[in-house]
């Protein structure tokens, strides 16, 4: 399967856990991207990577969100310290052009 | 203001009718238009983009954008229970973000 793909595609955590998701774009895309769903609202644009470089991050974003995307091929997505607020469908994208983004299933997040 | 904003629906059209979508966004510099679909539990797919003022069709979608009126629709010809889903419209705010509307849920009646 060439899509992008996720892991873990479910996550239940208690408040105050640490996670982490993975992601793995389509192999030629240079664009990465991770948004943020929650239900009844369109995707919420949270990181962009070009590359390894990472060239913007949402203002919406605490410091407990950080991502990586080293070597420029896989990335990851870590919340420190969950909140219930956190609880979401996490979704990344990958890209070659601007705007036409091909998203993987998702991770969904759970905070108890 | 939000920067996209669409009709949250529900938009139910009989089998065979057409489907109309509408979204409007506030930034006037706004460049690149994009609608994808998302069906229930799954993720957004892209299904049609438009840069230029004026229609662009794809079978049976049309998009229509007119930036001086900050405007941009969907059109779905001959609408299939299979087109039942919800359509985001996304806007390029600028190279590498893509801001996306609440989304507008169609339900085709058989």
């Known amino acids: 399967d060439t899509g992008v793909s996720q892991d873990p595609r479910h996550k239940i955590t208690k408040r105050g856990q640490n996670v982490t998701f993975r992601c793995d774009p389509i192999?030629?895309?240079?664009?990465l991207y991770w948004y943020r769903q929650t239900l009844g609202q369109g995707p919420e644009f949270l990181t962009y990577?070009?590359?390894?470089?990472?060239?913007?991050k949402s203002r919406l974003l605490s410091d407990r969100f950080s991502a990586e995307r080293p070597k420029g091929s896989f990335s990851t997505l870590e919340i420190q310290r969950t909140e219930q607020g956190d609880s979401a469908m996490y979704l990344c994208?990958?890209?070659?052009?601007?705007?036409?983004?091909?998203f993987g299933e998702g991770s969904r997040l759970t905070v108890l | 203001q939000k920067e996209v904003e669409q009709n949250s629906g529900p938009l139910s059209v009989p089998e065979g009718a057409i489907a109309s979508l509408n979204c409007t966004y506030s930034?006037?510099?706004?460049?690149?238009f994009f609608w994808y679909r998302q069906y229930s539990g799954k993720s957004p797919e892209l299904i049609m983009f438009?840069?230029?003022?004026g229609d662009k069709e794809d079978g049976r979608f049309t998009a229509q954008l007119n930036k001086a009126s900050q405007y941009v629709s969907l059109l779905i010809r001959d609408s299939q229970p299979s087109d039942s889903a919800t359509y985001l419209c996304?806007?390029?705010?600028?190279?590498?973000?893509?801001?996306f509307g609440a989304g507008t849920t169609v339900t085709v009646r058989a």
């Open positions: 996304a806007v390029n705010l600028n190279d590498y973000k893509l801001s």
């Open positions: 192999s030629e895309h240079n664009r």
């Open positions: 930034d006037r510099g706004s460049q690149s």
């Open positions: 438009i840069y230029s003022n």
């Open positions: 990577f070009q590359n390894e470089a990472q060239l913007e």
């Open positions: 994208a990958s890209s070659l052009s601007p705007g036409e983004l091909f």
